[in-house]
């Protein structure tokens, strides 16, 4: 029932979250473990993984026996360089396949370009890659996206790293109606209401990174957003009380009360 399961693997977790933007990996590792994660993305162009063997590596922090990496391209642009970046994590991470695409359209608002997107996830595909795609909440480019065989979808919420919350929960819903794979809310959530909102919604999970790192306290939002994804995950289960505009409904039986 709370599981989920992204390319043949299941997780008992529903939060996804990043690594970066933390002021060492010891608050990394701190956050991470407190979130709950069993998936932690992990900018390649940013992250030492071993490039530098004079550097810390986030390997030792967050052993990869324990947390399934997810190797994202962060910081590309174009499909061609997206598509070097991940062929890279492969070699970095002995042969990895599970990856985030995302191809940025412009670095003021780091908004998805759905057509390099689009590229780059053909590409990968046929090179093997078990591809879960960073996109934006149009319901036309999330089918292709899945049609095309990337193994997750994840729409925006809002803007990357604006806390907006979800701007556009329509779109999402849609998007969830038409989809196979899973749903996963990627990029502008703030606080521990925007995960549950998403969840309540039908989202199959959450990622986040500077929700959390960029807290005044890492470690105990993480530990609420862990929270937060399980109460919205149980909600949107347990199927809430219809709305009702202008219409009292009192909790306690109105018949037998005392006095009548």
């Given amino acids: 029932m709370h599981t989920l399961t992204i390319a043949g693997k299941t997780y008992s977790s529903r939060l996804l979250v990043g690594t970066g933007k933390y002021k060492d990996f010891a608050e990394t590792k701190q956050a991470v473990d407190a979130s709950g994660a069993q998936i932690v993305t992990v900018a390649i162009r940013r992250t030492n993984l071993g490039q530098d063997a004079s550097q810390p590596s986030l390997l030792d922090a967050l052993p990869p026996s324990k947390y399934t990496y997810l190797p994202n391209t962060a910081g590309c642009y174009t499909a061609d360089d997206a598509i070097r970046t991940l062929r890279l994590a492969r070699e970095l991470l002995d042969g990895h396949t599970l990856v985030k695409l995302e191809v940025l359209g412009d670095p003021k608002t780091l908004y998805p370009n759905v057509v390099e997107t689009l590229r780059a996830a053909e590409v990968l595909v046929k090179d093997g890659f078990q591809v879960m795609v960073y996109t934006s909440d149009d319901p036309i480019i999330a089918k292709q996206l899945e049609e095309i065989g990337c193994v997750a979808v994840m729409p925006l919420a809002s803007l990357i790293g604006s806390g907006m919350g979800i701007l556009n929960p329509w779109n999402l819903q849609i998007i969830m109606e038409h989809a196979q794979v899973p749903i996963i809310v990627d990029a502008g959530v703030g606080t521990a209401s925007d ?58 039986p109105t018949s037998g009360v005392i006095g009548t």
């Fill in 195 to 252: 995960a549950t909102i998403a969840m309540e919604l039908g989202c199959d999970a959450v990622l986040m990174n500077t929700a959390i790192a960029q807290a005044q306290n890492p470690v105990l939002m993480a530990s609420a957003m862990k929270k937060a994804v399980q109460a919205g995950r149980e909600a949107y289960l347990a199927g809430r009380m219809p709305k009702k505009i202008y219409t009292a409904s009192p909790s306690s």
